[in-house]
T-cell receptor, first 114, second 113 residues
Framework: DGGITQSPKYLFRKEGQNVTLSCEQNLNHDAMYWYRQDPGQGLRLIYYSQIVNDFQKGDIAEGYSVSREKKESFPLTVTSAQKNPTAFYLC?????????????FGPGTRLTVT | GENVEQHPSTLSVQEGDSAVIKCTYSDSASNYFPWYKQELGKGPQLIIDIRSNVGEKKDQRIAVTLNKTAKHFSLHITETQPEDSAVYFCAATPGAAGNKLTFGGGTRVLVKP
């Protein structure tokens, strides 16, 4: 079964702790992305990676870090420097179809920090 | 950078009626326009897309139109059903960043039985 998996579905942390969200894909897609979604809001890009061992900041990278050591994995660390970390986090990957990249999303991880 | 605006933010329709969601974009070089459906607590699902060399695309009850001159594109859902209730997002690929998407703010669609 091909797809994108994110774990866990729900995550609870105390303020001041770093937390790592997992994202794995077996679609053989080159590019992967992390988005943040707040209630009633759209999707904002945190980081993206086009190839292994390379990644770029998105629009709201402050307080987050990523790594891309394997093609199928793109974990996101929410650090204690992120001022408002409670949100729904979505991972995506993309594949080139013709001249454009189609993005597909995982099921998301809801992070609550208290 | 690219800016995508989406209207309306909420849309309530009677079952069987049509629903139309409109988006405008700012980057004239944008060439790919996907639409996503997001159900509560789930990740967005790609439902249809259109590329800049096409004016209209249909898939069963959904269709998307693109007007490159006016820089806007629309999603049309015909014969709406309760399972069409969800949040819909439009997006555009900025011309200079081929594998990044800029999303609209979303439209919450409620289909009343």
């Amino acid at each position: 079964d091909g797809g994108i998996t994110q774990s866990p579905k729900y995550l609870f942390r105390k303020e001041g702790q770093n937390v790592t969200l997992s994202c794995e894909q077996n679609l053989n897609h080159d590019a992967m992305y992390w988005y943040r979604q707040d209630p009633g809001q759209g999707l904002r890009l945190i980081y993206y990676s086009q190839i292994v061992n390379d990644f770029q900041k998105g629009d709201i990278a402050e307080g987050y870090s990523v790594s891309r050591e394997k093609k199928e994995s793109f974990p996101l660390t929410v650090t204690s420097a992120q001022k408002n970390p409670t949100a729904f986090y979505l991972c995506a990957s993309s594949v080139l179809q013709g001249a454009s990249y189609e993005q597909y999303f995982g099921p998301g991880t809801r992070l609550t920090v208290t | 950078g690219e800016n995508v605006e989406q209207h309306p933010s909420t849309l309530s329709v009677q079952e069987g009626d049509s629903a139309v969601i409109k988006c405008t974009y700012s980057d004239s070089a944008s060439n790919y326009f996907p639409w996503y459906k997001q159900e509560l607590g789930k990740g967005p699902q790609l439902i249809i897309d259109i590329r800049s060399n096409v004016g209209e695309k249909k898939d069963q009850r959904i269709a998307v139109t693109l007007n490159k001159t006016a820089k806007h594109f629309s999603l049309h859902i015909t014969e709406t059903q309760p399972e069409d209730s969800a949040v819909y997002f439009c997006a555009a690929t900025p011309g200079a960043a081929g594998n990044k998407l800029t999303f609209g703010g979303g439209t919450r669609v409620l289909v009343k039985p």
